[in-house]
């Protein structure tokens, strides 16, 4: 019979192609597996950096007046729990756990002294114009410090720290963001 | 010669070569299967190289957006200072800003006894100050912040009565640099 000629796809090419296919699948399996862990690192930053801001908004909006007395001694407090429980100026600090991480957010508020400069016009000159600057005359360059000498402090410095563990491989992570309140009372 | 007739033909008498079917051309796509199959490969390897790519763009954008969030707070924080200053000093500030438009006109003003500092510049503040680069301004975090300064513009005003005052925050974090700009209207009341 003629048909006893025809050749088709073998059983050892089947074989070989099988093997050959089993080779570049696996990379492509550890790929996606890759890909999948990737997603979800990302994903736990995406979440950090949601909490970042949160906390940064909620601390930053609350009056300088209120802060100021949480730094009990020196110039700096460290936050590690809740603040103003109860109230709706509450800001939620501690462990929090998210989609399976757990994220630790701290803060910190700082003194911090600063100096305004500026050049006053000098009033007392008999030549003093209100309506015309020609006639201006500046005195020299004054300093005013607020760094609780002459004046009391009037800028704070909010910083939000949030922490969490990466789990492939085993590494700490922490975002951060600075801000400032200030005292808008004389 | 139809098919019938062949056929035909083939029922009755002697059997002829049967050439128009080449049955050995079969013979010839050995090796098929492993050229499928390395087809197959090739583009999931061109499927997995892209899925890589992707993912390697992914990460440098969080970072982006980091660097991003750290520049508007503390943008928002120094138009806090900013504000706090012109509160203290309004008056300073609008002697200084119009005397310095008088400067660019090229009017002929009272000389400046000590000639320096410029009074905008003063009110500016000098550099590494609080308001123009200062370097202690991010306290122990280590936001990668280049550079900052501060700007005031004064866009509208009623002598001791109103002002509108613009801050301009210029601010570069890592890759991410933009001018911050706030408005505020002030009233002022004798006190």
């Not at chain 1, 360059?141 to 402090?153: H, I, L, Q, V």
């Not at chain 2, 309004?90 to 009074?119: C, M």
Request: glycine residues 6%; contains cysteine; aromatic residues 10%.
């Amino acid at each position: 019979m003629h048909l006893r000629t025809r050749r088709g796809v073998t059983l050892t090419e089947i074989m070989m192609a099988f093997l050959i296919m089993v080779m570049a699948l696996l990379p492509i399996s550890n790929l996606i597996s890759f890909g999948h862990r990737g997603t979800q690192k990302d994903l736990r930053i995406v979440l950090a950096q949601e909490l970042l801001v949160d906390r940064m908004n909620q601390l930053n909006a609350i009056p300088f007046k209120q802060l100021n007395p949480l730094i009990i001694t020196g110039t700096h407090v460290r936050l590690t729990s809740r603040i103003f429980s109860g109230t709706n100026l509450e800001v939620p600090l501690g462990d929090i756990a998210r989609h399976g991480a757990t994220y630790t957010i701290s803060a910190t508020l700082t003194r911090v002294p600063a100096s305004f400069t500026y050049r006053p016009v000098d009033f007392g000159d008999l030549d003093y114009d209100q309506a015309s600057a020609t006639s201006w005359r500046f005195k020299a360059e004054k300093e005013e410090r607020f760094d609780a000498g002459t004046n009391p402090y009037k800028i704070l410095r909010t910083q939000v720290y949030v922490n969490w563990t990466e789990p492939h491989p085993q590494k700490p992570r922490q975002i951060e963001a600075v801000s400032y309140v200030v005292d808008y009372e004389d | 010669m139809s098919h019938a007739n062949s056929f035909r033909v083939a029922k009755g008498g002697a059997c002829p070569p049967l050439k128009k079917y080449k049955i050995n051309d079969i013979g010839k796509r050995r090796g098929m299967a492993i050229v499928i199959v390395l087809v197959f490969v090739m583009s999931l390897m061109v499927l997995g190289s892209s899925y890589i790519k992707n993912l390697s763009n992914v990460q440098p954008g969080n970072t982006r957006i980091l660097d991003q969030i750290q520049a508007e707070f503390l943008a928002q924080g120094l138009h806090r200072i900013a504000i706090l200053k012109f509160k203290k000093y309004p008056s300073d500030f609008y002697h200084a800003f119009i005397w310095n438009i008088e400067k660019r006109k090229g009017s002929r003003l009272q000389t400046l006894s000590p000639v320096a500092p410029d009074p905008i510049d003063s009110f500016h503040g000098p550099m590494n100050s609080i308001l123009q680069n200062w370097n202690g301004i991010i306290g122990s975090c280590s936001i990668p912040l280049l550079s900052y300064s501060t700007t005031y513009r004064m866009i509208s005003h009623k002598p001791y009565s109103r002002d509108g005052v613009e801050v301009y925050i210029n601010l570069a974090v890592g890759k991410f640099s933009k001018e911050y700009k706030a408005t505020f209207d002030v009233t002022r009341t004798r006190m």
